[in-house]
Nanobody, 128 residues
Framework: QVQLAESGGGLVQPGGSLRLSCAAS????????IGWFRQAPGKEREGVSC?????????????NYADSVKGRFTISRDNAKHTVYLQMNSLKPEDTAVYYC????????????????WGQGTQVTVSS
């Protein structure tokens, strides 16, 4: 089966850290860009970060970030493990949301970014 699965969410205090994982099964992650999105209750879905396919690199790829998370979040990929990570540091209460990953055959700097697959999401709660 073709599947993306997020994991790593949980409850953390402000200033804490979490590392989310987006694991692919049933297809090769090598050729896909991965985007992270989040959605808080009553709010629209927000793009968080994107990493392009690795190309000639086994682990690298171009990246971008929403202004709200720049300097705090880092996206990376490990194609051998079929996984993309989102390292989240200095977490704030406003980061609380369900985080989703999606995969598509595009580059993150392109205007059209169609997603072929989506995960079910993982809950991140930042609270004292």
């Amino acid at each position: 089966q073709v599947q993306l699965a997020e994991s790593g969410g949980g409850l953390v205090q402000p200033g804490g850290s979490l590392r989310l994982s987006c694991a692919a099964s049933g297809f090769s992650l090598y050729y896909y860009a991965i985007g992270w999105f989040r959605q808080a209750p009553g709010k629209e879905r927000e793009g968080v970060s994107c990493i392009s396919n690795s190309g000639v690199s086994s682990s690298g790829g171009s990246t971008n970030y929403a202004d709200s998370v720049k300097g705090r979040f880092t996206i990376s990929r490990d194609n051998a493990k079929h996984t993309v990570y989102l390292q989240m540091n200095s977490l704030k209460p406003e980061d609380t949301a369900v985080y989703y990953c999606g995969a598509g055959r595009f580059l993150c700097d392109e205007s059209q970014r169609p997603y072929d697959y989506w995960g079910q999401g993982t809950q991140v709660t930042v609270s004292s």
